[in-house]
Nanobody, 115 residues
């Protein structure tokens, strides 16, 4: 059974940094594409960043240049490094494993950016 366990959420000041981690188990992680989504109160869930099994990345325009998605296949973990955080980055952040019939989600840690 695939499990995604996230860590790294919390409170951070505007302009600060935070790194989220998502550890996967129950699958061959290195073969899987991964993504980070977020959902702010009263708003739909939005795609933040993706990374393929080969390491190619893509970002939402709102985070481009500030956030970096990466993966460590030896640790079965995907990361989201968030720099220059803004108040509007406040959201619940979800890790997602996708592709083919795969669609698994992490529990969604809260990231709160104080202005």
């Amino acid at each position: 059974q695939v499990q995604l366990v996230e860590s790294g959420g919390g409170l951070v000041q505007a302009g600060g940094s935070r790194r989220l981690a998502c550890a996967a188990s129950g699958t061959i992680f290195r073969l899987r594409a991964m993504a980070w989504y977020r959902q702010a109160p009263g708003k739909p869930r939005e795609l933040v960043a993706t990374i393929t099994s080969g390491g190619s990345t893509n970002y939402a325009d709102s985070v481009k240049g500030r956030f970096t998605i990466s993966r460590d296949n030896a640790k079965n973990t995907v990361y989201l490094q968030m720099n220059s955080l803004k108040y509007e980055d406040t959201a619940v952040y979800y890790c997602n494993m996708y592709g083919g019939f795969l669609d698994y989600w992490g529990q969604g840690p809260q990231v709160t950016v104080s202005s």
